[in-house]
Nanobody, 120 residues
């Protein structure tokens, strides 16, 4: 599975951005796709995930009510709509996928990051 993240950029606090994660290859093997982020000097953290088949979602507390994850199965793409952005959302955002046989485990496939910068 290959993942291509895009959509990052510079936005003012309170603004919105939509990130995209395009999947290719053995997409039938995907159980879930998640978004993670890593801010400068900090460890990578979980942001949100969606199951590929059922569309079940899970969010980090820090983004609940502001971010929405969705998927378009026809386009093999997962989106992260980010609203009411804060300066603390500034980070490199990564999408990742886990296959069915790792449904309760970690993410095996990672895309390149896309930088989100929120100016205050």
């Amino acid at each position: 599975v290959q993942l291509q993240a895009s959509g990052g950029g510079l936005v003012q606090a309170g603004g919105s951005l939509r990130l995209s994660c395009a999947a290719s290859g053995r997409t039938f093997s995907i159980y879930a796709i998640g978004w993670f982020r890593q801010a400068p000097g900090k460890e990578r953290e979980f942001v949100a995930r969606i199951t590929w088949s059922g569309g079940s979602t899970l969010y980090a507390d820090s983004v609940k009510g502001r971010f929405t994850i969705s998927r378009d199965k026809a386009e093999n793409t997962v989106y992260l709509q980010m609203n009411s952005l804060k300066s603390e959302d500034t980070a490199v955002y990564y999408c990742a996928a886990k296959p069915h046989y790792r449904a309760s485990g970690g993410y095996d496939y990672w895309g390149q990051g896309t930088l989100v910068t929120v100016s205050s």
